[in-house]
């Protein structure tokens, strides 16, 4: 098992930026990939952007160009730097990484963009 604490969420305005961060208990060299997700209220669960092992990384459509996601493997953390952020990304951010072929999730942190 993989145990994941995201921090950094917060209350922003729109164009805002903000940085989430996701601490793994153990070293994340060993994990396969590591992503984040979103869930907003009364939506479905979305990924949001993926990194794995060799550093490749995918982005949702809706984010591509705003949001950069990348791991420190000295810190076993994995960031999501979020720029010019608008009101629909407004969601519950979660952290999950694959090992072993499981699927872990942190609680997840509350990303709010209001004016």
């Known amino acids: 098992q993989v145990q994941l604490v995201e921090s950094g969420g917060g209350l922003v305005q729109p164009g805002g930026s903000l940085r989430l961060s996701c601490a793994a208990s153990r070293s994340i060299i060993t994990i396969n990939r590591m992503n984040w997700y979103r869930q907003a209220p009364g939506k479905q669960r979305e990924l949001v952007a993926g990194i794995i092992s060799d550093g490749s990384t995918n982005y949702a459509d809706s984010v591509k160009d705003r949001f950069t996601i990348s791991r420190d493997n000295a810190k076993n953390t994995v960031n999501l730097q979020m720029n010019s952020l608008k009101p629909e990304d407004t969601a519950v951010y979660y952290c999950?990484?694959?090992?072993?072929?499981?699927?872990?999730w942190g609680k997840g942190t509350l990303v709010t963009v209001s004016s």
């Open positions: 999950n990484a694959v090992w072993r072929g499981m699927s872990n």
